[in-house]
T-cell receptor
Framework: GQQVMQIPQYQHVQEGEDFTTYCNSS?????IQWYKQRPGGHPVFLIQ?????EVKKQKRLTFQFGEAKKNSSLHITATQTTDVGTYFC???????????FGQGTRLTINP | KAGVTQTPRYLIKTRGQQVTLSCSPI?????VSWYQQTPGQGLQFLFE???????NKGNFPGRFSGRQFSNSRSEMNVSTLELGDSALYLC??????????????FGEGSRLTVL
């Protein structure tokens, strides 16, 4: 079926190190969204990317949407303990009617 | 404005029983989507309702069903519970169809334990 693959599944970093998670789809996406779920919490929307090659920044977070609209990445510069959580991408397959979530990347940080 | 409200927050059932979970979306939101979350499995899509109609359905057995009322509140039902149904069930509301009109707003979830 239509899937959105996300890697890595887990990432452990030292505080201050950078972190990147990647999302890949075998089919073209109309848009892609990113969510963060803190431990014990619920997913919270971070951003939506729509245009090919789009790059958006939120403070230390940089989001990219690939030129072919089949992949996306989230990069965090100089991680802080508040960045701990699971990051999910969610893509809307072109022509389909549903939002497909990646498996998520769980980020843990050593202070 | 009030967020997405899910009830109950926690519940324990035994195998073979059935369960009904409720979700009240943000006022004005017409779409409600349901997800199952288990450790290591991410967010598995169950179904989406928009204007009282099921618009999308995930790959879950017929034991999982749902409905949406005219006030956009939604319920999901799981019959003949199995141990593997133990999970956090999340609902999310949006103005329009999920992923088309912007962000999803998630509730806190209903944590179901099946013994």
């Amino acid at each position: 079926g239509q899937q959105v693959m996300q890697i890595p599944q887990y990432q452990h970093v030292q505080e201050g190190e950078d972190f990147t998670t990647y999302c890949n789809s075998s089919t073209t996406l109309s848009n892609i969204q990113w969510y963060k779920q803190r431990p014990g919490g619920h997913p919270v929307f971070l951003i939506q990317l729509v245009k090919s090659g789009e790059v958006k920044k939120q403070k230390r977070l940089t989001f990219q949407f690939g030129e072919a609209k089949k992949n996306s990445s989230l990069h965090i510069t100089a991680t802080q303990t508040t960045d701990v959580g699971t990051y999910f991408c969610a893509g809307r397959i072109q022509g389909a009617q549903k939002l497909v979530f990646g498996q998520g990347t769980r980020l843990t940080i050593n202070p | 404005k009030a967020g997405v409200t899910q009830t109950p927050r926690y519940l324990i059932k035994t195998r073979g029983q059935q369960v009904t979970l409720s979700c009240s979306p943000i006022s004005g939101h017409r779409s409600v989507s349901w997800y199952q979350q288990t450790p290591g499995q991410g967010l598995q899509f169950l179904f989406e309702y928009f204007s009282e109609t099921q618009r999308n359905k995930g790959n879950f057995p017929g034991r999982f069903s749902g409905r949406q009322f005219s006030n956009s509140r939604s319920e999901m039902n799981v019959s003949t519970l199995e141990l593997g149904d133990s999970a956090l069930y999340l609902c999310a509301s949006s103005l329009g169809l999920a992923g088309r009109t912007g962000e999803l707003f998630f509730g806190e979830g209903s944590r179901l334990t099946v013994l």
